[in-house]
Structures are given as structure tokens and as C-alpha cells.
């Protein structure tokens, strides 16, 4: 398991497409590229009204784009977010050479749960990493956490359990990371 916050997680690939999507926000971006560090140097460079300026600069934050320094108030790119964003697409995608495991995944779902016990495991492990350690999920949280990778959620919660990924209570309603 990851044991990363949430925050130092890298953004998906399809994150950040989804955060550049709209145009204040490139814009906004290419400010922060070019030295802007405030609402208002960033409105300056772009010609955006401040509001709006201020609102795209959000949207970079939320997407790990961007960061905002508490102490100075002042924004700053996240240098390495496209590179990161890729490494994690390679470690799902099995891209440049991967383990093996990354044929069992397109568009970031699981395609099949492999029955060679190795690839099993690396797959697995990356679908694992959706569940934060020491919280409990109720069976349809699970179910929920799994369908977003596999339509079979029932196949992939049994393999999630019987690898010994996930462990339920003894009344089999409440999982959690083993």
C-alpha cells in the first residue's frame, strides 16, 4: 500500500488534461510559467479579471498544477507534475517496458484479473491502493471502490480478500487494507 497523503499523490494524466481543459486555466499556467506569483500579476499577464484569475488559480492548485505558499500567499508551479502524472500512467498502463501488469488495464480500469499469481499480485497491489490504511469500508463503499476499476466488483473484491489485500469483519459488511 502507498502510505503517500493524498496530496503527494501524483495527478492522473487524465487530470491534468481535465484541469488545462479550459482556457484561463492554460492561461493562468503559462503566467506561473513566465514568473507571475500573485492574483493579480497573474490577471496582469493574462488580461483575465482578477476573480476570474483567482478561480483558475484554484482550479491549478486542486489539480496538483499548482501550490499556494500559507506564508507568503504566493503561487508556484509543481515542476515535476507532468513527469510524475506519467510515471504513475506507466506503473498502470505497463508502458516502457512494464512488469507484465500493466496489459490488465486500459483507460485506467481493469480489463481481466490475471490468473498467473505474480502479475495477480503487482495487479492487484495497484487496485489496493485505492483503500487508505486503517480506515473501514462498509461492503458497498467497497463495491463501489471496485466497480470504479472492474465491472465484475464482485470478482474483484473476492481477489482482493482471498490474495489477503483486504480483510473483513466476521459478519462480512466491514473491509479493510490487511
Known sequence: MNTASVEDQPPSCRDLVGTLAQSDRRSAYAALALGANSVGEVA?????RAPAAAAA?????????????????????????FQRAMQAEVQVSGRAGGDGSGSYFRRGRLTSIP?????RARVLAVVADSFERGTVYSEAKVNALCGEWYDDWVSLRRALVDDGLLVRDESCTAYQLA
Open 57 to 81: 488559480l484554484q482550479k491549478l492548485v486542486e489539480g496538483k498544477l499548482a501550490r499556494l505558499d500559507p506564508e507568503t500567499r504566493g503561487y508556484s508551479l509543481i515542476e515535476d507534475a
Open 115 to 119: 490468473g498467473k499469481p505474480d502479475v
Open 44 to 48: 496582469q499577464r493574462t488580461g483575465l
